[in-house]
């Protein structure tokens, strides 16, 4: 059994207040990286536990609030630790406000993997994900984005959090994603409750997510871009656990009929919440 550790890098420590976020009732202002003792035993055992590929997910808050040199010595710790023949990878999940040269050129020298967390055009991302001042964010992210283009990055993609306020906008958010260059795209929606299980009025209902999908479908299949990229999503609604994937040139795969009918039968399944446990990929495999 593979164990991949989840870490809170910062714990809750952000220096965003997204309107969805989990830990939006926390003091979010404190940034506490994680002890040396405790990353180093942490490191230690995965890789122990994890003799052939060890993957580490540095999650937050926000982890880059923890610095370069914390990475810096995440790695030394890694190779200290690695087995022979071991395959260590690492993939960080940020809000993309933070990045600097310093960092993209740290990423591409430790072939990191980054998402980035932006919810559409400046319109509709700005909505929610504004700063711990109010401020809007959008443009802090698309200038990482271009820097990672700059520099060479490769292994980066997007992460949209679908809501109440973007659910209606797939064809929007597509086109200008294609627009600045992003061709590695997820797509999840928002939890119905908060920390306290108490619901949300943000998250979009399981009907419009489905059907966010499907236009969402149909916009990548029409574009048909021989370029290889990935258009996912997984739903979150109760304990269902459901992926679908879409990967490269639609005509270089299955033909579009099928396609279509397999993705619109996965999401009338989700829309009547019965699915769990289901995984599906469409494309160039």
């Known amino acids: 059994m593979k164990i991949i550790p989840i870490i809170k890098a910062t714990s809750v420590g952000c220096n965003l207040r997204c309107a969805y976020c989990f830990y939006r009732s926390t003091d979010q202002n404190k940034v506490t990286p994680m002890p040396q003792a405790v990353l180093q035993k942490l490191i230690e055992e995965t890789i122990k536990a994890n003799p052939k590929c060890a993957e580490f997910d540095w999650l937050g808050g926000e982890p880059t609030l923890a610095g370069v040199d914390f990475f810096d010595e995440v790695v030394s710790i890694q190779s200290h630790y690695r087995l022979p023949n071991q395959v260590v990878t690492n993939k960080l999940q940020t809000n993309g406000t933070m990045l600097n040269e310093r960092w993209v050129k740290f990423l591409i020298a430790n072939d990191f993997h980054l998402g980035i967390s932006i919810d559409g055009p400046p319109e509709l991302h700005d909505i929610y994900r504004r700063d711990n001042g109010d401020n809007p964010t959008a443009l802090k992210v698309l200038n990482s984005i271009k820097l990672l283009q700059e520099l060479g990055h490769k292994r980066w993609g997007t992460i949209t959090v679908i809501t109440d306020q973007n659910v209606d906008y797939p064809e929007v958010i597509y086109n200008f994603f294609r627009s600045v260059g992003i061709t590695k795209m997820a797509f999840n929606p928002t939890k119905g409750t908060n920390e306290s299980g108490k ?40 304990a269902n656990t459901v992926s679908v994937h879409f990967l490269g040139s639609a005509s270089n795969s299955f033909p579009s009929t099928i396609m279509e009918t397999l993705i619109r039968v996965r999401m009338i399944i989700l829309m009547k919440g019965g699915a769990s446990g289901m995984y599906l990929k469409v494309g160039n495999l």
């Open 199 to 238: 619901q949300i009025a943000i998250a979009p209902s399981p009907t419009a997510y489905g059907n966010f999908m499907c236009r969402i479908f149909d916009r990548w299949c029409n574009e048909d871009n021989p370029e290889s990229f990935t258009v996912s999503c997984r739903d979150s609604w109760g």
